[in-house]
């Protein structure tokens, strides 16, 4: 599957989130505004998932399995886009990564979103 993003600030907007599911998948993400994300091949590879409140859509080829992006619940005009599926793009690319509250979700936390941390990567030179 392929697919191309418009994304609404560049890279300003990275950010990973602690919730369940992004715990686990571990992707570093960018936005997108809901026309910002085009399948370009393999639309039928497509699938979706939702979980716990059903508001978020989450997208990943099911070829794959790869998370690919979702709509956000925090802002269902938006989707978050996984950065390593962009070409030319590695999660390692960024020094720092801030992360976000997502076990304290904006929608239940009246629309704050928290910042709890920071991802940081420092590359070896061995």
Do not use: W
Request: one cysteine or more.
């Amino acid at each position: 599957m392929k697919f191309r993003a418009t994304l609404t600030d560049g890279f300003k907007t990275i950010r990973r989130c602690t919730c369940s599911l992004c715990r686990m998948r571990g992707a570093v993400a960018v936005s997108a505004d809901l026309g910002g994300v085009e399948i370009i091949d393999g639309a039928e590879n497509l699938a979706s998932y939702r979980f716990n409140t059903g508001e978020a859509q989450h997208f990943f080829c099911k070829s794959c399995g790869i998370y690919t992006h979702h709509q956000r619940r925090s802002n269902p005009k938006q989707y978050g886009v996984n950065v390593a599926c962009l070409e030319g793009v590695s999660p390692f690319d960024f020094a720092e990564v801030p992360v976000l509250d997502g076990v304290n979700h904006p929608n239940d936390n009246d629309g704050r979103a928290d910042r709890v941390g920071t991802l940081r990567f420092d590359p070896s030179n061995d």
